[in-house]
């Protein structure tokens, strides 16, 4: 085992019962603290609710949209979560193939965040829908009056892409949550023993059964990385279909992918630094690891950095009035501070990271990492709010105004994905003890390893 | 009752209606409207509703206490102008009864009366032909607005001014500021306010002085007027440079013939009459009386009485000269300056009856409400000139219970004589037969050959009777004239106030019906609320910023109101609408806006003196925000609104060159039409953007009114609108209008991108909405670059919902042909596809296919320039598929290459810079 | 009674691999090892002479099935609906590539799911008689099914190997 000395390395190895006993702690007896945060979420979500029943009540213009806005802050944030989730599926499934194992203790955490991350973008195009009671038309079921969806509309591709992301990320975490779900049952006793019974579904580590797992688990990991590649590429086709100004490109593609996994990385960190506090989890998450997650957070800010050059030297080479127009209007008017701080937060801020130290301390790269996700989120929305604002035709050019139904339902959506998030770590063993005791040396009676 | 759609026979609209004209239908079935007859018990208490009997009883014997007396005198009949039988009737019954009978009209144009009656003894408003001029030149007159008869004005304007067989009229228009007239015009010449008269003779002076003057006019009687100014203090004093005049006198007096015009503000100064004196100098020096300038077929704004008749009644009701009022259709209190002091007048008015049927000021402050019924609900005749008279039957039961004023007034005046029906001078038992029996006379002078019945029945059915009138040859005897500006009193550092009528609201009628209120103002793009107009120079000393509120103050008032920055306002003025400012009238007008007539002294001898005022500004430091659904009028050099200089325009016609369209090479096959592919031509030459289709589109499409704040906010709900852009100069711009509709594209960027199909291309190349198939994800306009799609933000159909936008009984008027859309789906125009599939069940029903002229889309219906031209671009023959060809046709944003099924006739301007 | 069942405890890798070895030489095939954790020498050692996991088939089946289901349903329902879009032909082979694709991996995925329900035999809602919870931890184990006359031999080779314990 190749184990970089850091200055957390003083910590014991710990033992294969060490990680049982460590990991499934984490599951008992939520502190006052938990509680607490527990209800903060709780009422943000109720708020969001509430909200977002007032705007079904009331009718779509409880929301800040007009023309030229007819979207704003509910598909920006559909395309910030979507692309939270990247970041887990970028380090369960692609980095387990490259056989990284420093994966091994974060990636729990960062599948979970992908699965709830979907799981709240995956809300906003209901809150978005103008009659979201017919929501349901978008899928292709049978029905008396032969009505199918258009699949060429973005949107269709949208419903596919995300319901396949969804499913499959939740398969992946299922399988790799059953042999863990199947040690939790075995510490515990009595009604949980019979629900993690239930979830392990009669797992016991049989050879046979590893061996159709690890197999099945390779596949998984090999279907999930092209998956997670088309899901954003689908996502910025939202925009790179459409006519206007500042969309129409080609660039989305990879422009959005990258910008996905960017604010995943960030949104991991923010994630796994104060569990690894709250569940004394040292051993297993180490420095190395954020030294790891500061890097690739680096690595894809500075892709990100070369698209938005690409981005606006395309706008100005081509020569097109209204990509011009547009792009100047974006830097100099009304949004203009959203503009600067896109570019503050998502390209000078992460550079931070350039140093070591910076690195693996963790106030700086918690900041660095909230301010990463304050600027992506801003990245879509100016795409999405000015984009629209400055597009063809002057005489409907505007400014948009949120109001409080839809910014309550955006700060809900944080407080559904938190609350989603809290709940897991309390039910679910937030660090894989398989993986980590994998990377562990075997218990061995010869002494040699 | 759906709409309302002109008469094609009738020789004033030929089918057409103005922006009024189509919201009319908002006055029967106004939510306000008063639904029965009430009484004011005592005076301090309210009006409370009361039985007809009763009131009707009540009316009798209050002035049968008067007649009995002999003191009929004291009993005073107000009506608006009424031209038919109902201002017969009236006249005949304040005989009979021996009272006082009087009609006054805010805008009566008498200054034109007084000026023919000086200068040819005449006392009559003459028809002007202003299609038969080459050479159009006005004094502020708003010919396209409010001006006598706007809508034959408008196409009238269309035939001299549009570019035919290489010939086109121009159009010279002198006024302070930009209004909608002036923005149509080929030349606006902006002057000093007040300074017409002096214009207009020093252009006299110039066609003398270089022997301009048609042969055998009177010289010397000209040469009198004309020597009271000279070219040099003119052009000081108004502004207009020396060499404009001259090239206004040449262009006017080489025109052969060209027709001189003169009203709006400028036609109600201090100098009204002097000012209409000299223009009617004008047209007589350059031979255009009797050619363009027509006595006998008069207008019937001839008959309205003078301004000061209305000064003498508020006077006698002050001195408690008047026991009973009887008011039918007239709302002084709005219509009438404040100084006047009506107000304080009608207080001691002991009985003040009021047939109105809406709740107006005027109304509210009567004693006796007895609510007649609406024209539509109703008899009626009109006659709007010489030779023209309407005829209108009742085309819907009433909506209220209400009674018609004729009906009353004859039952009412045969009780007080103690006549029976058939017997006496008020014999007739209903205003039917009263209006049947005047019409035996119509019939003797119209048609005395044909016996009444035949023509009794023709007429109802052809909407009237009409006939040629004569021209009257007149001579020019006198020419008395100022030869100065217009006195203006107020602190002379101050700014002349400019008080112009709404070509929305007119005199403030049209201020409750919500259709009016959100259409907006075509050259500010304001609705809903009123506004003061403040140069741009003026607001930079003063700080403001649009929507701050000002004060503006005159020696007889002071109003609050939003400043609207204009950048081509005369430096000297502010310009405020008249219409808004409402106290009563209902929800929509009530408290809306400010009235200027509070500003104005009282009515003097030469009419309502709407430019006779300075007036100062002061910024109050509150913010109204005005609700302008137009971001800019700038088009950032994107050409949506094209033009071409006639020049180019005619050598284009002549070589009868192809449209200058980009190909656009498409991977794709083109598409297949089996029957039919509809489109559209719009020729933005011929849009005066009088908004007249926006409100047509309305009531035929049943599309929401939504109120200021959405509109504010983006969110109004218009399938078409009128886009004023402007470009040049910000002082002196070219103003080009743009009806903005669904361009139907062939390569719709909405359809694509709609996930469950509401949105596709029919194969008769219309882009289809399904509104019950929407499920409002709003990427299609999103992806529309037109963003001519309107989204249901609020629920505006059903009648639970607090934006309920049918509160009873507007919902009367949904068209049933078409749906009323739901809470958060997208809709847009149809192209009238229910005309559409009318127009196809009826061919169909005649085995054959939809031939051109079929049908109309509301828009072209209404259009008075008959702008837009509909139909099926696949029959090379249609009217619609000539004119697509036209050399001067364009899509707009056709780089997009969505090939849309609306061609746009480019702008023809004119030369600029000689004025 | 023929057969009996008996289990073998371990605490180590080598130990196990070593018992697994030795209970191959011994000529038993009917075993069943248990560990915490995916362990390679282990699966070397039990896989020997086995066929590679079918899991693959599964997969491969499950991801073809979802590129026809999509194709096939883009093209049919635009034929069946025939509407036309944008002026774009009724089948317009290019996006429905993007919904093939996401069907193929979603059913692709789905299979590989089954695959694991299905050859490992889940879900079983009995632990089976010789599994201990400790195998979740840090014990391995080796259940041995053999006839009754060679029980004996197992259980020497299990402990000779170094079982912590062997049971019935």
């Keep these: ?382 795409i999405i709010v000015p984009g629209l604002g400055h597009d063809f035709y002057p005489y409907t050019w505007g400014i948009y105004y949120p109001t409080v139904t839809d910014t309550l339902i955006v700060i809900g959506s944080f407080a559904w994905f938190f609350i989603l998030f809290l709940g897991f770590i309390k039910v679910m063993p937030s660090v894989s003890i398989v993986e980590v005791k994998e990377t562990l040396p075997h218990p061995v009676k010869a002494g040699h390893h | 009752m759906v709409k309302l759609e002109g008469n094609p026979d009738h020789p004033v609209n030929r089918g057409t209606l103005c922006i009024r004209g189509q919201a009319g239908l908002q006055g029967p079935y106004n939510p306000d409207r008063l639904r029965g007859a009430m009484q004011r018990r005592d005076a301090s208490g309210a009006l409370r509703p009361v039985k007809w009997e009763e009131a009707e009883k009540f009316l009798v014997e209050r002035l049968t206490g008067l007649v009995k007396q002999g003191k009929g005198k004291r009993i005073v009949v107000v009506s608006q102008l009424e031209s038919g039988s109902l201002g017969r009737l009236l006249d005949a019954w304040a005989g009979a009864l021996g009272a006082e009978r009087m009609n006054y009209e805010p805008f009566n144009y008498e200054a034109i009366r007084h000026a023919s009656r000086t200068v040819f003894g005449r006392d009559a408003i003459p028809h002007y032909a202003i299609e038969e001029a080459n050479v159009l030149l006005s004094f502020g007159a708003d010919f396209l607005e409010t001006w006598l008869s706007p809508v034959e004005h408008a196409r009238a304007f269309t035939r001299m001014h549009a570019l035919k067989h290489g010939k086109a009229g121009t159009f010279i228009h002198l006024e302070p500021r930009l209004s909608l007239t002036a923005a149509n015009a080929d030349e606006w010449v902006q002057n000093a306010p007040g300074t017409e008269e002096l214009l207009a003779l020093a252009i006299l002076r110039v066609i003398l002085d270089e022997g301009l003057q048609a042969p055998g006019v009177d010289i010397a009687l000209l040469r009198a007027a004309a020597s009271k100014v000279d070219l040099q203090s003119t052009a000081r004093q108004s502004g207009v440079s020396g060499e404009a005049i001259k090239h206004i006198a040449r262009t006017f007096a080489k025109a052969k013939p060209g027709l001189a015009i003169g009203g709006g503000v400028a036609g109600t100064s201090a100098f009204a009459v002097e000012t209409q004196v000299a223009i009617h100098l004008l047209n007589y020096a350059a031979g255009n009386v009797g050619r363009t300038v027509r006595f006998g077929p008069d207008s019937a704004f001839g008959k309205a009485a003078p301004y000061v008749g209305a000064q003498l009644l508020t006077q006698r009701m002050a001195n408690g000269e008047v026991d009973i009022l009887l008011l039918i259709h007239a709302n002084p209190l709005f219509a009438l300056p404040a100084a006047g002091g009506m107000a304080e007048a009608l207080k001691k008015v002991p009985l003040v009856v009021s047939f109105s049927d809406q709740p107006d000021e005027t109304t509210q402050r009567a004693h006796l409400v007895l609510p007649d019924l609406h024209a539509l609900e109703s008899w009626g005749d009109f006659s709007p000139r010489e030779g023209v008279i309407g005829l209108m039957q009742p085309t819907m039961a009433p909506v209220f219970d209400s009674r018609s004023a004729g009906d009353v007034l004859l039952s009412v005046g045969r009780q007080v004589l103690g006549t029976p029906e058939g017997k006496g001078p008020l014999r007739w038992p209903a205003f039917q037969a009263y209006l049947k029996d005047q019409w035996r006379g119509i019939a003797r002078e119209y048609s005395p050959a044909t016996p009444f019945d035949q023509f009794w029945e023709e007429s109802l059915r052809r909407g009237g009777a009409w006939k040629e009138i004569g021209v009257v040859p007149v001579q020019a005897r006198s020419a008395p004239v100022q030869g100065k500006p217009a006195t203006v009193e107020g602190d002379p550092q ?422 | 009674m023929a057969a009996s069942r008996i289990l073998g405890i371990f605490a180590h890798v080598d130990t196990t691999v070593k018992a697994i070895r030795d209970l191959r030489a011994e000529g038993v095939r009917d075993f069943t090892v248990y560990s915490p954790v995916p362990v390679e020498e282990i699966e070397a050692a039990v896989e020997e002479g086995r066929p590679v996991s079918p899991v693959r088939l599964f997969t491969l089946i499950g991801g073809l099935t979802g590129t026809l289901t999509g194709f096939a349903l883009t093209i049919w329902s635009s034929l069946k609906w025939g509407l036309v879009t944008g002026g774009k032909p009724v089948v317009s082979i290019p996006p429905f590539v993007i919904i093939a694709f996401e069907l193929t991996i979603l059913l692709g995925g789905l299979s590989s799911l089954l695959a694991i329900l299905v050859l490992g035999k889940l879900p079983s809602i009995r632990r089976s008689t010789t599994y201990d919870p400790r195998f979740t931890v840090d014990r391995f184990g080796i259940a041995v099914t053999c006839p009754a006359e060679r029980a004996e031999a197992v259980r020497r080779c299990l402990r000779e190997a170094g079982a912590e314990e062997v049971r019935q």
Excluded at chain 1, 94 to 120: D, H, K, N, P, Q
Excluded at chain 2, 855 to 868: D, G, H, K, M, R
């Design chain 1, 1 to 382: 085992m190749n184990q970089h000395p850091t200055r957390s390395s003083a910590v014991r190895q710990p033992t294969y019962a060490d990680v049982n006993r460590d990991v499934i702690r984490t599951l008992w007896a939520p502190s006052p603290t938990y509680f607490g945060w527990m209800s903060v979420v709780g009422l943000i979500l109720t708020a969001g609710i509430l909200a977002w029943t007032w705007q079904i009540y009331i009718g779509m213009g409880a929301a800040g949209k007009r023309t030229p806005q007819n979207w704003a802050m509910y598909i920006t944030s559909f395309v910030f979560w979507i692309g939270i989730g990247h970041a887990g599926t970028l380090i369960s499934a692609i980095l387990y193939l490259f056989r990284a194992r420093w994966r091994t203790s974060i990636f729990r955490g960062a599948e979970a965040m992908t699965v709830f991350a979907v799981m709240t973008a995956g809300l906003f195009p209901l809150i978005h829908a103008g009659r979201m009671w017919f929501a349901y038309w978008l899928l292709p079921y049978p029905n008396q009056r032969y009505l199918w969806p258009n699949f060429r509309s973005p949107l269709v591709w949208d419903v596919f892409a995300i319901s396949t992301y969804l499913t499959i990320s939740v398969v992946f975490f299922f399988v790799g949550l059953m042999p863990d779900i199947a040690a939790v049952r075995d510490a515990s006793t009595g009604w949980k023993k019979r629900i993690y019974g239930a979830f392990a579904l009669g797992w016991e580590g049989t050879d046979r059964q590893w061996r159709h797992y690890r197999r099945a688990y390779g596949l998984l990991a090999s279907l999930a990385t092209p998956l997670v590649l088309s899901v954003h590429s689908v996502v910025s086709w939202d925009f790179a279909m459409a006519l206007v100004p500042g969309w129409h490109s080609t660039l989305f593609a990879p422009f959005f992918v990258n910008g996905a996994i960017f604010s995943g990385f960030a949104m991991v960190l923010i994630l796994i630094i104060p569990m690894r506090r709250l569940f004394n989890l040292y051993p297993y998450i180490t420095d190395r690891h954020l030294d790891a997650m500061g890097k690739l957070t680096l690595v894809t800010s500075l892709i990100l950095t070369y698209f938005y050059v690409c981005e606006a030297f395309t706008a100005w080479y081509s020569g097109e009035h209204f990509e011009r127009a547009s792009l100047f209007w974006k830097a100099t008017q009304n949004y203009a501070w959203a503009f600067w701080l896109q570019y503050f937060c998502n390209s000078l801020a992460p550079l931070v990271l350039f140093s070591r130290r910076a690195r693996t301390h963790t106030p700086t790269l918690y900041v660095v990492s909230i301010l990463v996700l304050i600027g992506m989120w801003f990245e879509r929305f100016n």
């Design chain 2, 494 to 915: 101050g700014l002349t106030l400019l008080v112009y009528p709404s070509h929305r609201f007119y005199d403030g009628r049209g201020a409750n019906k919500p259709w009016l209120q959100e259409a907006p103002d075509t050259m500010t793009q304001v609705t809903w609320d009123s506004w003061v107009e403040v140069p741009a120079e003026v607001a930079k000393k003063l700080g403001l910023r649009q929507g701050d509120l000002v004060k503006v103050a005159s020696p007889h008032g002071a109003i609050e109101l939003p400043a609207y920055i204009s950048e081509s306002l005369h430096a000297g003025a502010v310009a405020i609408p008249i219409g808004q400012g409402h106290t009563a009238y209902g929800r929509y007008a009530k408290d809306r806006g400010a009235n200027p007539l509070a500003l104005l002294p009282a009515p003097g001898p030469a009419g309502l003196p709407f430019l006779s005022v300075k007036v100062s500004l002061t910024k109050t430091g509150g913010r109204r925000p005005l609700a302008i659904p137009q971001a800019t009028a700038d088009q950032d050099n994107r050409e949506l609104a094209r033009h071409v200089t006639l020049p180019t325009a005619r050598e284009l016609e002549l070589r009868g060159a192809a449209p200058e369209k980009a190909s656009h090479p498409s991977m794709y096959p083109d598409p297949k039409y089996p029957e039919y592919r509809w489109g559209m031509t719009i020729d933005i030459d011929s849009c005066i953007g009088c908004q007249a289709c926006v409100i047509a589109c309305k009531a035929e499409n049943n599309v929401p009114v939504v109120g200021k704040e959405q509109v504010a906010y983006g969110r109004d709900m218009h399938w078409l609108r009128i886009e004023r852009w402007q470009e040049g100069p910000a002082g002196h711009p070219e103003t080009l209008f743009l009806p903005m509709l669904c361009q139907h594209c062939e390569v719709a960027p909405c359809e694509p991108v709609c996930p469950v199909f509401a949105s596709y291309h029919t194969n008769e190349g219309l882009n289809a909405q399904i509104y019950n198939r929407c499920i409002g994800t709003r990427y299609c306009n999103n992806n529309c670059p037109y963003h001519v799609r309107r989204f249901n933000w609020w629920d505006y159909g059903s009648p639970t919902s607090s934006s309920h936008a049918f509160p009873d009984p507007l919902h009367l008027q949904l068209n049933p042909d078409v749906t009323v859309r739901q809470l958060g789906v997208m809709e847009k125009c149809t192209m009238c596809i229910q005309r559409i599939i009318a127009a196809k069940d009826h061919a169909r029903d005649e085995g054959r296919l939809v031939r051109d002229g079929d049908l109309e889309t509301a828009c072209q219906q209404t259009c008075p320039t008959q702008a837009i031209v509909f139909g099926n671009l696949k029959d090379p023959s249609s009217r619609v598929a000539k004119s697509s060809r036209s050399p001067r046709g364009y899509h707009v944003l056709e780089e997009l290459g969505t090939r849309p099924a609306i061609t746009y006739l480019k702008k023809v301007t004119r030369e600029h810079g000689k004025a």
